[in-house]
Protein backbone atom coordinates (compact mmCIF):
# COMPACT_ATOMS: atom_id res chain seq x y z
CA UNK A 1 0.00 0.00 0.00
CA UNK A 2 0.81 3.77 -0.70
CA UNK A 3 0.31 6.62 1.41
CA UNK A 4 1.00 8.81 -1.56
CA UNK A 5 -0.94 8.03 -4.90
CA UNK A 6 -0.24 10.96 -7.38
CA UNK A 7 -2.81 9.87 -9.53
CA UNK A 8 -4.62 12.67 -8.07
CA UNK A 9 -1.66 14.90 -8.68
CA UNK A 10 -0.94 14.09 -12.00
CA UNK A 11 -4.65 14.29 -13.22
CA UNK A 12 -4.55 18.05 -11.66
CA UNK A 13 -1.25 18.96 -13.18
CA UNK A 14 -3.15 17.51 -16.79
CA UNK A 15 -6.50 19.21 -15.97
CA UNK A 16 -4.34 22.63 -15.85
CA UNK A 17 -2.29 22.48 -18.61
CA UNK A 18 0.63 21.18 -17.13
CA UNK A 19 3.66 19.34 -19.30
CA UNK A 20 5.61 15.87 -18.55
CA UNK A 21 8.32 18.55 -16.96
CA UNK A 22 5.42 20.20 -14.48
CA UNK A 23 4.17 16.68 -13.23
CA UNK A 24 7.96 15.36 -12.91
CA UNK A 25 8.99 18.51 -10.86
CA UNK A 26 5.58 19.05 -8.83
CA UNK A 27 5.71 15.16 -8.03
CA UNK A 28 9.06 14.80 -7.08
CA UNK A 29 8.58 18.31 -4.73
CA UNK A 30 6.16 16.49 -3.08
CA UNK A 31 7.71 13.16 -2.94
CA UNK A 32 10.95 15.28 -1.17
CA UNK A 33 8.19 16.35 1.31
CA UNK A 34 7.33 13.14 2.47
CA UNK A 35 10.52 12.08 2.93
CA UNK A 36 11.63 14.61 4.98
CA UNK A 37 13.48 13.68 7.94
CA UNK A 38 12.11 16.24 10.57
CA UNK A 39 9.73 18.60 10.54
CA UNK A 40 12.23 21.48 10.37
CA UNK A 41 13.47 19.80 7.09
CA UNK A 42 9.64 19.40 6.02
CA UNK A 43 9.44 23.00 6.39
CA UNK A 44 12.90 24.17 4.58
CA UNK A 45 11.73 22.25 1.65
CA UNK A 46 8.06 23.75 1.64
CA UNK A 47 9.83 27.21 1.58
CA UNK A 48 12.36 26.80 -0.55
CA UNK A 49 9.27 24.76 -2.91
CA UNK A 50 6.66 27.25 -2.71
CA UNK A 51 8.98 29.78 -3.43
CA UNK A 52 8.79 28.07 -6.96
CA UNK A 53 5.60 26.88 -7.23
CA UNK A 54 2.92 28.28 -9.91
CA UNK A 55 0.22 29.95 -7.90
CA UNK A 56 -2.66 27.39 -8.89
CA UNK A 57 -0.37 24.58 -7.48
CA UNK A 58 0.41 26.31 -4.46
CA UNK A 59 -3.57 26.62 -3.64
CA UNK A 60 -3.74 23.19 -4.19
CA UNK A 61 -1.22 22.09 -2.37
CA UNK A 62 -2.57 24.17 0.34
CA UNK A 63 -6.62 23.04 -0.07
CA UNK A 64 -5.30 19.52 -0.61
CA UNK A 65 -2.58 17.66 -0.39
CA UNK A 66 -0.56 19.95 2.56
CA UNK A 67 -2.06 18.34 5.10
CA UNK A 68 -1.78 15.19 4.08
CA UNK A 69 1.37 15.53 3.38
CA UNK A 70 2.12 17.22 6.90
CA UNK A 71 0.58 13.56 8.08
CA UNK A 72 2.06 11.08 6.32
CA UNK A 73 5.79 12.06 5.98
CA UNK A 74 8.37 10.47 7.44
CA UNK A 75 9.24 12.22 10.42
CA UNK A 76 5.42 12.26 11.27
CA UNK A 77 5.33 8.58 10.83
CA UNK A 78 8.44 7.97 13.44
CA UNK A 79 7.08 6.66 16.93
CA UNK A 80 9.28 9.04 19.37
CA UNK A 81 10.89 6.79 21.80
CA UNK A 82 9.55 7.91 24.73
CA UNK A 83 5.97 6.41 23.15
CA UNK A 84 7.34 3.08 22.30
CA UNK A 85 6.99 -0.04 24.45
CA UNK A 86 9.99 -1.95 25.09
CA UNK A 87 9.57 -5.43 25.39
CA UNK A 88 11.58 -7.58 27.61
CA UNK A 89 11.60 -11.33 26.56
CA UNK A 90 13.20 -12.28 30.08
CA UNK A 91 10.72 -10.34 31.78
CA UNK A 92 7.88 -10.52 29.55
Keep these: MHLFDDTLLQMWIKNHS????DESFYTTNVRQLLTSEDHDAYHSLLNDFTQR????FLEYYNRSLGQAV???ALFAMRIPLSLRVVYD???A
Design 70 to 72: QTY
Design 53 to 56: WSPP
Design 89 to 91: AVS
Design 18 to 21: GTME
